[in-house]
């Protein structure tokens, strides 16, 4: 009993952290999907929107900091689009991808001028202390965390389900020459994925910075959601979602049942198996169209 | 002097040129298209056909030249304001927006002429709603004459290529279009999917009062359709009259016929 409970508690646990994944893996897919690019840069700009709430926050507290964030995000990507991704259109997709490249260094490069290289911590005032469903008990910030995750993955999934500039953006995407024949702006609506993508950069620095605290190695979050899209396929958001519960669950199993039998790092290698054998078996993922060119 | 251009053709390009590099796709093209008619414009492969309805339809500007619109000057804009003037085209190879179903496809015609923004939509109440209503009627519409209603959620990409077709077409006529650019139609249709097209477009000419430019290579569908037929050869217009007066015509024969001898 105690050991199935144990399991239990791994598998809620891994999934809560799991919704995570995918909504750093949803920033990915919000460029991919408005311009079929792997925006290396996503991991730059969550690092670049963490440090600015935190940077913040002695200053005007919380709320306002992440305001204030929220338009300094808006003003990055979408200068990012007009300075450095619109004249790379019609560019190869490697010459796009170094591009993005590009805009991570000079992102990194800014947010150490701004903010200096001094890891900072971040405190959300979520208690500490866990929940106690019957006998299996879930950490507090884990489900808040998760919730809000959850939240945003489905606002985005109405935005591209049920707006004018989502619809668009899907157009976009599958035809730029025939969008644009049924009157779809192409730039603006670039620029609204951008800046959607930068409000998701805010939303994953801010709770995996209150996590694992605010330092440079968070722009390595990219990796932790590399796995995700390839499990789930780059394009599709609900792909991304059931892929980012599968690698949690894996993950947390994994370091729970075979971690304790053969050292500890079983964490960070089981999510890149998962991956490889997709690649392997399904390299368009769980939900991606097949056609997908891979980089 | 505008407006009495403005009262007789709908669709006015005068003297365009269009060159890629070197290459001179369109040599001073002149087209004189009335209101309501459906005009063909026919030639050889390579002739300049498609090039010209991507000029008209702002894919590529005209080196030289100018194309009026409706009495307007439409020579410099960009494709994605011709929609919302009242052009929409079809496209030669299928264009089909491949991640969405059948009836999203057409509504994505109707971006130009929805007025709601991002966040109204979202929160989808009030006026953003109604509006979503009367357009997905339009939709509803548009799939009914096509006869497409029973595949509106089925993924486009999914249907038989001929239906596909039908779905590019209800995708233009979703930008309620005043005039309506073919380019090739009826390629790789059968004789009796051909046959049902034809009669679409007569309906929408005739019943709705829609102007066609019609590209296409099977001349008994463009005999048959076509109030005036328009001759590309080598970017230079080389006639234009009545499908009786063009097949009669000896610089058409030739540019049909002669071509092969030219080859060796």
Known sequence: ?295 | MAAVLAQRAILDVKNVHLAFGGVVALAGVDLQVDPGEIYSIIGPNGAGKTTMLNAISGVFRPTQGSIHFAGRDCTRLRTQHMAGLGIARTFQNLALFRGMTVEENVLVGRHALMRAGVFECGIHFGRARAEEKRHRGNVAAILEFLGLSHAAREPADKLPYGLQKRVDLGRALAVDPKLLLLDEPMAGMNHGEKAALMALVTELNRGRGITVILIEHDMGVVMSLSHRVAVLDHGVKIAEGTPAEVSADERVIHAYLGSEEEVH
Request: glycine share 12%; with cysteine; hydrophobic share 60%.
């Open chain 1, 1 to 295: 009993m105690g050991e199935l409970m144990f399991g239990i508690e791994l598998l809620i646990t891994g999934m809560l952290i799991g919704l995570m994944y995918s909504m750093v893996a949803l920033g990915f897919v919000l460029i991919y999907k408005a311009s079929s690019v792997f925006n290396f840069a996503q991991g730059a700009m969550t690092l670049f929107a963490a440090l600015t709430v935190v940077g913040l926050i002695p200053h005007v507290g919380f709320v306002w900091s992440l305001l204030i964030t929220a338009v300094v995000m808006c003003v990055v990507a979408v200068g990012a689009e007009r300075i450095v991704f619109r004249p790379l259109m019609g560019s190869s997709q490697l010459t796009i991808f170094m591009g993005t490249v590009g805009f991570a260094s000079i992102l990194e490069g800014a947010a150490q001028m701004i903010w200096g290289t001094k890891p900072r911590g971040l405190k959300l005032g979520i208690p500490a202390e866990p929940l106690k469903l019957g006998e299996v008990f879930v950490s507090k910030p884990d489900l808040i965390s998760a919730a809000i995750a959850g939240l945003l993955v489905i606002a985005i999934i109405l935005f591209f389900k049920r707006t004018k500039i989502g619809l668009g953006l899907r157009a976009i995407a599958d035809d730029p020459a025939a969008a644009q024949v049924v009157g779809i702006p192409l730039h603006r609506v670039w620029a609204v994925a951008w800046a959607l993508a930068g409000m998701v950069a805010i939303a994953s620095g801010v709770l995996w910075g209150s996590r694992i605290g605010v330092h440079f190695a968070m722009s390595l979050i990219a990796l932790k959601a590399l796995p995700v899209l390839i499990i789930g396929g780059i394009d599709s958001v609900a792909g991304v979602i059931v892929a980012g519960l599968i690698v949690g669950a894996a993950e947390a199993l994994g370091e729970g049942y075979i971690g304790t039998h053969i050292g500890g790092g079983v964490q960070d290698v089981i999510a890149y198996v998962v991956a490889l054998l997709f690649l392997m078996f399904k390299p368009s993922g769980l939900f991606g169209q097949a056609a997908i060119q891979r980089l």
